[in-house]
């Protein structure tokens, strides 16, 4: 016989009146728990009336919760959010482990409030045992179907820094680190770059120490020990995103020697095979802007001379040789050499940065023959360059405010930037012998004044004892902040994020109950 409202609120009063001796009244809790299969009514009575005495009758513990579970799946939206928003009572002892892993299931639903409903309860289970709940999490992240496993990981990408440090303690966090480990052994680009967010915010790896072990994830996933093959854009995209969420990681003590090895020894001979993973995108100036991001950071290396000659030998390429004068003085060639600015300002840096630490490289590693051929072309483009600067200047004299602020004249801004910072590398190159003590500030990245609080704070170990709140470090650089400029001669490219591309070979997992 189906269970009634009245039996509902009878069973009720006889629970609620017997105080001490619930134990007692099991039958009038199983009556409560049989509600679930009846009407609407009593299903909402069920899921309001179930948690209330949960706690009272550890033997029927499962079937308490396996009914409540039955609400959340029912088809009657109403009736879910009802019997969802009891869920965290449960969340005892032994239990947390499963309501999380509960939860985590419900997070596959398509209705808005429903979904909110479920963040809030997870949030709210975490509040009373951090790790358990982490461990339900985890558990649909590793073993779940796709779209549990992909709203899972967003979950804990967004919603983990907002906890506080007395819930996210250092234990909670090592176990998320070593958990997140675990599920970067297989993961797609999308997925890649959620995770490092997680565990770039983990107050426990804000040490430099930390920063090396995130370090070393990152190049676990970049796969630096095979050689790259240029022509497949997966590859191409796997080593964009990785190194992407390696230069936050990057500072004086942690050190970008690896990638800019790969880059110098891999990347640089293959840069005009290489296969762009976005149609849009200048591959060949995207590579050359990270190399030259990464470049100020890098250690001793065990080839210097040979990633050095790299850097010199890609920097010809990109200066060309004056055009040839016939008898009356004019130009052989039927149009100027392009000069592409954008490419050589990020050679020029890089070659700069690693030429700090071998300055006798063009005086006594490279031949006389090729030293001359650079000078030639070093002054061709020097001249350009100047030429190319006033123009800049009398074209921008005046402007202020919002006339800076036209399509045109940004372009015109940026382009000033670039050729300031060529012609400043240009001089210390000239110099007998060539000199490397010049600063600049690459032209996408912002300027930081001497009072401004510089982009990557020391940590503690950094500092010394006294050290002050550290910043957190940025789970990705800014590049939608960039702007690119590509002078008229040049092929114009824009920027747009990694499409998070497939790391691995995850199979797509089939649908089924929630247990």
């Not at 609407?40 to 948690?51: D, G, M, V």
């Not at 039955?70 to 005892?92: G, M, N, Q, W, Y």
């Not at 074209?395 to 670039?418: F, M, P, R, S």
Request: include cysteine; charge should be neutral.
């Amino acid at each position: 016989m189906a269970v009634t409202i009245e039996d509902l609120y009878r069973s009720y009063g006889v629970l609620a009146d017997a105080k001490d001796n619930l134990s007692q009244h099991k039958d009038a809790y199983q009556v409560i728990l049989d509600g679930v299969k009846g009407g609407p009514k009593e299903k909402r009575l069920a899921a309001q009336f179930i948690p209330k005495f949960f706690s009272s009758f550890p033997e029927l513990a499962d079937a308490a919760i396996n009914a409540q579970l039955d609400l959340c799946e029912d088809d009657d939206v109403s009736i879910r959010r009802h019997a969802i928003k009891e869920l965290p009572r449960f969340a005892t002892g032994e239990n947390i482990v499963r309501v999380a892993d509960i939860l985590t299931q419900l997070l596959q639903t398509d209705d808005t409030a429903e979904f909110n409903q479920v963040n809030a309860a997870l949030i709210s289970i975490f509040k009373i045992d951090a790790k358990g709940t982490l461990g339900g999490l985890f558990s649909q992240i590793l073993q779940g179907e796709d779209i549990v496993r992909e709203r899972a990981i967003k979950f804990l990408s967004t919603k983990l820094k907002t906890l506080t440090e007395d819930v996210m303690t250092k234990e909670v966090e090592e176990y998320v680190f070593a958990e997140t480990k675990k599920v970067l052994e297989d993961v797609t680009g999308e997925e890649f770059v959620l995770l490092m967010r997680v565990v770039s915010g983990l107050r426990v790896l804000q040490t430099v120490n930390g920063r090396q072990q995130l370090v070393e994830l990152v190049v676990e996933q970049a796969f630096l020990e095979q050689a790259l093959n240029p022509a497949d854009p997966d590859t191409v995209d796997r080593l964009l995103q990785c190194t992407r969420q390696a230069l936050p990681l990057f500072s004086k003590n942690v050190h970008s020697t690896r990638f800019v090895t790969y880059f110098c020894e891999h990347v640089l001979p293959n840069l005009s095979t290489l296969a762009s993973p976005v149609a849009e995108l200048d591959i060949q100036l995207e590579v050359l802007k990270l190399l030259a991001e990464m470049s100020p950071f890098c250690g001793d290396m065990d080839k210097l001379e040979a990633n050095l000659n790299m850097l010199f030998t890609k920097l010809l390429e990109f200066m060309p040789l004056p055009p040839e004068e016939v008898e009356n003085g004019e130009n052989s060639a039927s149009e100027e050499p392009k000069l592409q600015f954008s490419y050589v300002e990020c050679l020029l840096f890089g070659f700069h940065q690693l030429g700090k630490k071998l300055p006798d490289f063009l005086l006594d590693k490279v031949d006389a023959e090729r030293l001359k051929d650079f000078k030639i072309r070093l002054q061709y483009f020097a001249r350009g360059l100047q030429v190319y600067i006033r123009q800049l200047r009398v074209a921008l004299q005046g402007k202020t405010g919002d006339a800076l602020k036209t399509d045109e004249n940004k372009i015109k801004v940026v382009a000033l930037k670039i050729t300031n910072n060529i012609n400043v590398l240009i001089k210390d190159l000239f110099h007998n012998p060539p000199s490397f003590k010049s600063t600049v500030t690459l032209s996408w990245k912002p300027v930081q004044k001497a009072e401004a609080v510089a982009p990557k704070r020391p940590s503690t170990e950094e500092m010394g004892a006294g050290a002050g709140t550290k910043k957190q470090i940025s789970p990705q650089p800014r590049r939608d902040a960039r702007q690119i400029y590509n002078p008229p001669s040049e092929q114009r490219g824009g920027f747009r994020g990694g499409r998070g591309r497939g790391f691995g070979a995850r199979g797509n997992r089939s649908r089924g109950r929630i247990y």
